[in-house]
């Protein structure tokens, strides 16, 4: 059953617009996908940090992977991915990130993903040749955890506001 082999290496992602470029994440470690709404903004957060947003009774953290990836590209925002609390607790908190549109689910086959050229970059696990064009497989451990404990080396919030 050579046919059932191949399919059982295929990963289902979900492609997602993040300024001019086309990314994914494994579909498993995601949620749910929700509207945008209205985020609380929290202070002295870190820039990557959009804001909470109560979500079914959970206070989620709503991340802008734009700044983790440093994509200077705007766009509408209109989505937030809501990773699976299995895997994106944060002290207690769900967590997603904003992106620009969601596009597809789709079956990514291991000869489809090129992880030569990304070797280096942590949060991205390959590029997906399709078609005509390539789409940036991240990982989404690059998140508020990863982030937080740069930013807790900088300068403290006393620190900045005494400079």
């Known amino acids: 059953m050579p046919a059932t082999e191949a399919d059982a290496e295929h990963t289902k992602v979900l492609e997602f617009g993040l300024g001019d470029g086309t990314y994914?994440?494994?579909?498993?470690?995601?949620?749910?996908?929700?509207?945008?709404?209205?985020?609380?903004?929290?202070?002295?957060?870190?820039?990557?940090?959009?804001?909470?947003?109560?979500?079914?009774?959970?206070t989620t953290t709503i991340v802008d992977p734009k700044t983790l990836f440093s994509i200077e590209e705007t766009g509408p925002r209109e989505r937030i991915?809501?990773?699976?609390?299995d895997d994106r607790v944060s002290e207690g908190g769900t967590v997603g990130w904003i992106v620009d549109e969601v596009f597809q689910v789709?079956?990514?086959?291991?000869?489809?993903?090129?992880?030569?050229?990304?070797a280096d970059d942590e949060g991205?696990?390959?590029?997906?040749?399709?078609?005509?064009?390539?789409?940036?497989?991240?990982?989404?451990?690059?998140?508020?955890?990863?982030?937080v404990d740069v930013a807790e080396d900088g300068p403290s919030a006393e620190e900045s506001a005494e400079a």
């Open 24 to 58: 994914c994440l494994d579909i498993g470690v995601i949620d749910e996908i929700v509207d945008a709404g209205e985020l609380t903004r929290i202070p002295n957060s870190p820039d990557h940090v959009e804001g909470v947003m109560d979500l079914r009774g959970r």
């Open 81 to 85: 991915v809501v990773f699976d609390d």
């Open 106 to 118: 789709r079956d990514v086959a291991p000869d489809d993903v090129d992880e030569g050229t990304t």
């Open 124 to 147: 991205v696990h390959g590029i997906v040749k399709s078609d005509d064009r390539f789409v940036v497989w991240v990982a989404p451990d690059v998140d508020v955890d990863a982030e």
